[in-house]
């Protein structure tokens, strides 16, 4: 067997185990424990970098820490939507743009990105030992899945941009229908959109930054940070705006971190880093001045899209 293989089939070994262990014994504090009424997640942010930009946003007071669930969106979901918090999670709506939520409609034992592909895990047809405690979909008070594309020229039309996210959640909050709401918000997740909101448009940094990590000098490195901080207040203006549309206790987190170095950089499964599990928990409040009105109407998720391999890739996963 080549080293690379070797490499592989021990990596996916360990996953195998984080995720067969943490599947019984979740590490972490899953968000129903704590006390919200709206939720509003932030894909891949640090505690460190939200605390770079907090003094420029008058609704962030204190930036708190929790351990998340989780070190990437799946494991994130499938340990947060559990039958624990069924109750919570019957008059809880859901808002995501993150494609890996689909693993609620679905696709639930397939471990992370393919780690176990070509491997013995995979021969073995062995992942049943993961045990699988996700809801049902039927039990979530509703799915809003954003996710979809809109063709390979724009793969992030509806998803990646936050204003959707937005006005979907100013609906749903209007509605009174559901006690809790959570926003699954894409960014700060590459790619990020420092320069256009096309990404066609972007600098290929922009794109792939952690290709740039790993071939680049530490101005390569400095470039891409603030990329990924103008990618957070691009998201945070739009949290500005929402929290004028609705009304109650707002929390602001994330599911999961992000890594920069050299060597250990963007999110996997299994890893217990703290710059990826370690997580900000952010208490403010939303008054509803409606000053926004959106034109949507929540549609659930009968009519979601599959999530495209170009979305995927470029996310970064392929």
Same mark, same amino acid.
């Given at each position: 067997m080549k080293p690379k293989q070797m490499?592989?089939?021990?990596?996916?070994?360990?996953?195998?185990?984080?995720?067969?262990? #943490?599947?019984?014994?979740?590490? /972490?504090?899953?968000?129903?424990?704590?006390?919200w009424d709206v939720l509003l997640l932030l894909d891949t942010c640090r505690v460190d970098a939200i605390r770079e930009v907090q003094d420029e946003y008058e609704f962030i007071d204190n930036v708190d820490e929790i351990w998340s669930v989780g070190s990437t969106s799946k494991e994130w979901v499938e340990q947060t939507f559990t039958e624990k918090y069924k109750t919570e999670i019957e008059n809880t709506a859901y808002i995501t743009g993150n494609p890996f939520s689909n693993t609620?409609?679905?696709?639930?034992?397939?471990?992370?990105?393919? #780690? #176990?592909? /070509?491997?013995?895990?995979?021969?073995?047809?062995?992942?049943?030992?993961?045990?699988?405690?996700?809801?049902?979909?039927?039990?979530?008070?509703?799915?809003?899945?954003?996710?979809?594309?809109?063709?390979?020229d724009a793969p992030f039309e509806r998803s990646q941009h936050p204003r959707a996210l937005t006005d979907y959640t100013i609906k749903a909050s209007r509605s009174n229908e559901f006690d809790r709401v959570i926003t699954h918000y894409m960014q700060p997740h590459s790619p990020y959109f420092s320069t256009s909101n096309k990404y066609e448009e972007l600098e290929e940094y922009e794109k792939r930054p952690f290709k740039a990590v790993r071939h680049g000098d530490e101005d390569i490195f400095e470039k891409v940070w603030e990329?990924?901080?103008?990618?957070?207040?691009?998201?945070?203006?739009?949290i500005e705006i929402l929290l004028k549309n609705i009304d109650g206790k707002v929390a602001i987190s994330a599911d999961h971190g992000e890594l920069f170095g050299k060597h250990l950089h963007y999110h996997m499964p299994g890893n217990p880093h703290p710059k990826l599990k370690k997580v900000p928990w952010i208490e403010t409040k939303g008054v509803d001045e409606e000053t926004r009105t959106p034109d949507v109407e929540l549609s659930g998720y009968e009519n979601a899209e599959e999530v495209s391999e170009a979305q995927l890739k470029a996310l970064g996963y392929i």
């Open positions: 490499l592989r089939e021990a990596y996916a070994t360990y996953v195998f185990c984080w995720l067969m262990f #943490t599947s019984r014994k979740p590490m /972490g504090t899953n968000v129903f424990e704590k006390d609620l409609l679905g696709d639930r034992m397939r471990t992370e990105y393919g #780690t #176990t592909y /070509g491997t013995w895990i995979q021969k073995e047809q062995i992942s049943g030992f993961i045990k699988d405690d996700l809801i049902d979909i039927n039990d979530l008070g509703h799915l809003e899945p954003l996710w979809g594309t809109t063709g390979p990329a990924y901080l103008d990618n957070l207040r691009y998201v945070l203006d739009d």
